[in-house]
């Protein structure tokens, strides 16, 4: 009986660190990617610094391709890095695209997920950035996305509009418009593309006071020239140590300075997303990590040159 028990103790501690202690990195690796890939970033403690919006004349915008211009913002003193994208609507080079019904499981939103930079590489996109908050079981394991709000892809309804938030909408005739709720008075039949957002930041250029102010990632819009020329802004702030990010209301105060008549938040956090075509490559512009994990979003919008 002794050497009985011996031997089954001696199995027991081998079971034990051959089966179970093996899996703990695993598991302590699973923690960890959980952990960094929350549909938005975990809060953190406001800063005192105040924000001041860099003036337009210290921008520098670099052509991507005929009515696509960028630009980017790197402040090693708040510290703050944003990279911005202007487009001509009207350029008869540009068109806009959103993430296709192919996609799509059903007519109420549920979405296969992906990256941005795979939207982008598909569509063979100048530019490419997150769009709709989404609702889902897990970042890591679930293959679909819920999206919450509205999303028309060329003239076709994928999801349902919550009055709630507002909506990016994309007309027949090239210009654009923002909305501060989604409602079906004003979906009307020549909305070409639309995708959801999150508020109403800036309306006339006047600033919209939020309820949040915490800073984080941010990806918003931008509308001027009544609807003519489109206004992307990718606001790091996933590395709070070089970049600590903007809250809703100076992500309009920076679009305002950019020349922005009206804002839209769209979803953010880890979220948000820019991947960008210079050189006839397509680069991942933000968000910048030492992982190269991104995040499978909702849906995309895309916008690309006609040859």
């Not at 192919?102 to 007519?107: I, P």
């Not at 709070?240 to 804002?263: I, M, N, P, V, Y």
Request: some cysteine.
């Amino acid at each position: 009986m002794l050497l009985q028990s011996i031997q089954l103790q001696g199995q027991y501690k081998q079971n034990l660190s051959g089966g179970l202690l093996p899996r703990f990195p695993l598991l302590l690796l699973l923690c960890c990617l959980w952990y960094f890939l929350g549909c938005t970033s975990v809060p953190t403690a406001p800063t005192d610094t105040p924000y001041q919006p860099i003036a337009q004349t210290e921008i520098h915008w670099r052509t991507l391709s005929p009515g696509v211009e960028a630009a980017d913002i790197n402040d090693l003193q708040f510290p703050l890095i944003v990279h911005v994208v202007k487009v001509d609507l009207l350029n008869p080079a540009v068109a806009v695209i959103t993430s296709e019904p192919a996609l799509f499981k059903n007519g109420q939103g549920c979405i296969r997920g992906e990256t941005t930079q795979d939207f982008a590489l598909r569509h063979n996109t100048i530019a490419a950035f997150n769009a709709t908050p989404f609702k889902t079981g897990s970042l890591f394991f679930s293959v679909y996305r819920t999206i919450v709000g509205i999303h028309i892809t060329d003239f076709c309804r994928m999801s349902m509009p919550n009055e709630g938030y507002g909506a990016l909408l994309f007309y027949a005739d090239k210009t654009a418009r923002i909305i501060d709720a989604q409602t079906e008075d004003v979906l009307s039949t020549d909305v070409r593309h639309a995708v959801g957002g999150f508020w109403t930041i800036l309306r006339n250029g006047i600033v919209i006071p939020q309820k949040l102010h915490r800073r984080d990632s941010r990806t918003a819009v931008g509308l001027t020239d009544n609807g003519k020329t489109l206004f992307v802004v990718s606001v790091e702030g996933e590395n709070q140590q070089r970049s600590q990010g903007l809250s809703f209301e100076e992500t309009a105060w920076l679009l305002r300075e950019l020349g922005a008549d009206d804002a839209l938040q769209l979803d953010g956090g880890s979220s948000s997303s820019l991947v960008l075509q210079e050189n006839g490559e397509q680069r991942i512009v933000s968000p910048i990590r030492n992982w190269n994990i991104h995040i499978r979003v909702a849906n995309n919008i895309g916008i690309i040159i006609n040859q």
